[in-house]
């Protein structure tokens, strides 16, 4: 088993839709969380970042953490077509001391369609 | 604005042939990165620098790799490409040791293809 699953899409909206995507893990260790989004032919690019349970808004996006559930999210309000990408999430222990203890979801390819 | 760049976008290689995928950074970060991106398996670290000449094994090392001679330069290398090596390679710095907040800063990846 995986640590971090993540459902891989992909995932088709109409413009102005709510989106929300999911990762859960296993790993209790894992304190810090992560949303890339990668472009197309682009590498990623870090969106937002939480290292406590609950949410954070940043805009249009918010990261939702459940530590007792092991599951994060990414919403995503009044989606754009601009907004369609690969959305990678990534997780770590608090204080992690080496690029061995960071890892990545497999990626969810999102189209929001005009 | 910061950047990091990769040589080629497209690679076509044979088998057996030795490959080098080289990466640039222009920000002076110390450290540098190698992962391959694949369907369904995310990203997967391969080799990391934490500095000039220092290199250490990620999660999947077998079969590459990588030159730090500079602090701007991270190379990845495979030695006798195969098939199974068919992936995106994506190249990433970061200025410092861990922490939060701390973010890696992608190139946009070498496709790489071995027939």
């Known amino acids: 088993q995986k640590e971090v699953e993540q459902d891989p899409g992909p995932l088709s909206v109409p413009e102005g839709a709510i989106v929300s995507l999911n990762c859960t893990y296993s790993n209790s260790a894992f304190q810090y969380f992560m949303w890339y989004r990668q472009y197309s032919r682009k590498g990623p690019e870090l969106l937002m970042y939480?290292?406590?349970?609950g949410n954070k808004e940043d805009g249009r996006f918010t990261a939702q953490v459940d530590k007792s559930s092991k599951y994060i999210s990414l919403f995503i309000r009044d989606s754009q077509p601009s907004d369609s990408a690969t959305y990678l999430c990534?997780?770590?222990?608090?204080?992690?001391?080496?690029?061995?203890?960071?890892?990545f979801g497999s990626g969810t390819q999102l189209t929001v369609l005009p | 604005d910061v950047k990091v760049t990769q040589s080629s976008r497209y690679l076509v290689k044979r088998t057996g042939e030795k490959v080098f995928l080289e990466c640039v950074q222009d920000?002076?970060?110390?450290?540098m990165f190698w992962y391959r991106q694949d369907p369904g398996l995310g990203l997967r670290l391969i080799y990391f620098s934490y500095d000039v000449k220092m290199k250490e094994k990620g999660d999947i090392p077998e079969g590459y790799s990588v030159s730090r001679e500079k602090k701007e330069r991270f190379s990845l290398i495979l030695e006798s490409a195969s098939t199974n090596q068919t992936s995106m390679y994506l190249c990433?710095?970061?200025?410092?040791?861990w922490g939060l907040g701390e973010k890696l800063f992608f190139g946009s990846g070498t496709q790489l293809s071995v027939l």
């Open positions: 920000m002076d970060h110390e450290n």
């Open positions: 990534a997780m770590a222990p608090l204080l992690y001391g080496s690029a061995r203890q960071l890892t």
């Open positions: 990433a710095s970061r200025p410092s040791r």
């Open positions: 939480t290292y406590s349970s």
